[in-house]
């Protein structure tokens, strides 16, 4: 932790906290109550859809266990996830579908 630059890490908090505020003001400050257009609306719905593969994306594909090599029970893993999700439409069943393919793997494959 002693490693990063001082000016370098003000520097990114300073911007992150800026750029949240930013972001968040144009939701409360310019639009606040205004009524906005039904796609906007749409596509807001699925901002949280959107975040959880945002997320493990990166874990999929580089994963730090293989120091960022592609591995096969990572990639079955994930591909079990969104087959299940697509069938069965339950956030719970993809991911307990998930996690036991990846053990499951992990145990087989190593």
Known sequence: ???????????????????????????????GDRPMPAWILRHLRYTAVAILPALVAPLVVWPAATD??????????????????????????AIFAGAGTLYAMLYLVG
């Open 1 to 31: 932790m002693s490693d990063i630059d001082p000016v370098a890490l003000w520097t990114v908090i300073i911007g992150l906290g800026i750029g949240s505020f930013a972001l968040r003001f144009v939701f409360t400050g310019l639009v």
């Open 68 to 93: 960022g090599a592609f591995d096969v029970p990572r990639g079955v893993a994930a591909l079990v996830t969104i087959v299940t999700g697509l069938a069965t439409k339950n956030v719970f069943a």
